[in-house]
Every structure is written in structure tokens, then in C-alpha cells.
């Protein structure tokens, strides 16, 4: 598999926030995309993901050189972020049997596995809106890592998290680039320097 953003460009009324950006990844690869706040991180994400358009360029998901349709993107694209609201009014157990509907576990045992290293296990009959932001920032890496998808967006994820917490979530991700292609777009280093072959600041993509 591999991504590619081919002369992407993004303004907010007539000041561009990137322009001819572009950026090739192939499956294995884990990027580190850095950046001053207001930088367009976030932005660039939401761009990849299908959240919001470019005014101009293009995202391109390939596998084995035959160009997936863009209808079919977001089966291939997991996203953890601050802005990807849960369903608060479900439980644990309620919230990964409704996302099963949309995309399915990679293997049950994985899921299962995770959600006692998190420490989520015990919880799956607790409502959403009853966790710790921390808990829902570790339902959000599962969701991201235990489920079908080959491309992981990743912003922030350490965000409200403990030491545990980063702790499993630098061991999940091990155990998913391998096989994925992933953006982790962060400025705390820690995030990222143990298992990224690339730190890009986007400033670099910008020209």
C-alpha cells in the first residue's frame, strides 16, 4: 500500500496555510509530522482523512500500483484525534460492537488482549461518558490499532494520557507499523522517537 498527497494546498480566507505540499509513504513507514501550533497539522490530517477538501492537489491510496476509489478511502483510514468524538451514551461494550458493524476487529484476540493491557477490560459495562479523559483517550487508540485499517492518522495520541498509558500505547503502535502506514502528528517528542523512521516538519512540505 502507499499514500501519496500530491500538491495539496489549504487557505482560510485568502492566507494559504500550505501550498504544493507533498508527501509519498509506503506501507511500513511511520512519519512523524511536526510543526508550530497553527501550523496546519491538524488541518493536514483532516485532509487525508476525508474530513475536509484541499482547494487544491490530491490524496492518492494505491495497492500494488491500482488506485483505490476515493468512495472506499475511509475503509482503509483509522483516525485518533482530539476532535473524533465517541458515543458518550455507550457503554465500553456498546461502543466496539457498534464500531464492529463499520469495520472489523484484525483478530478478536488482539482486541481482547489490548483492552486488559489499557486497563479498559474491566470497564465494558460502564458508559462512555463516565470515563476519565484518559480512558477515552486509550478507547480511541483501540478503535485506531485493533480494527481494520492500514492507515493510522494519529494526533496527539499521548494526549491525556499517564505514564502506563504511553507506556501501551508506544507497545500497541509497535505492534501495528510493521503492516501499517503511519502519520503521527505531534511536537512531543516522546510520541513518536521510538519507532519513526521520518520526522518531517511541515514547514519542509510547504515548498
Known sequence: ????????SK????????????????????VAITGANGSGKSTLLKI????IA????????????????????????????PYVDLIEDFTLEEHLNFHSQ?????DINFLLEELKNCGLEPHRHKLVREFSSGMKQRLKLILTCCFNGEILLLDEPG?????????????????????????????????????TEKIVNIEALKH
Not at 487525508?48 to 474530513?51: C, E, K, R
Not at 484541499?54 to 484525534?81: F, L, V
Open 54 to 81: 484541499p482547494q487544491k492537489g490530491e490524496i492518492i491510496i494505491s495497492i500494488n500500483q491500482h488506485t483505490i476509489n476515493k468512495e472506499d478511502y475511509h475503509k482503509h483510514i483509522n483516525i485518533c484525534a
Open 159 to 195: 494526549s491525556h494520557l499517564d505514564e502506563s498509558g504511553k507506556n501501551w500505547y508506544k507497545r500497541i503502535i509497535n505492534k501495528r507499523v510493521n503492516n501499517s502506514i503511519t502519520l503521527i502528528f505531534s511536537n512531543d517528542v516522546n510520541e513518536y522517537i521510538s519507532f
Open 102 to 106: 463499520y469495520k472489523k476487529p484484525i
Open 48 to 51: 487525508i482523512s476525508g474530513l
Open 11 to 30: 487557505k482560510f480566507n485568502k492566507n494559504h496555510l500550505f501550498k504544493n505540499l507533498n508527501l509519498s509513504i509506503a506501507e511500513g513507514e511511520t
Open 1 to 8: 500500500m502507499k499514500l501519496e498527497l500530491r500538491s495539496l
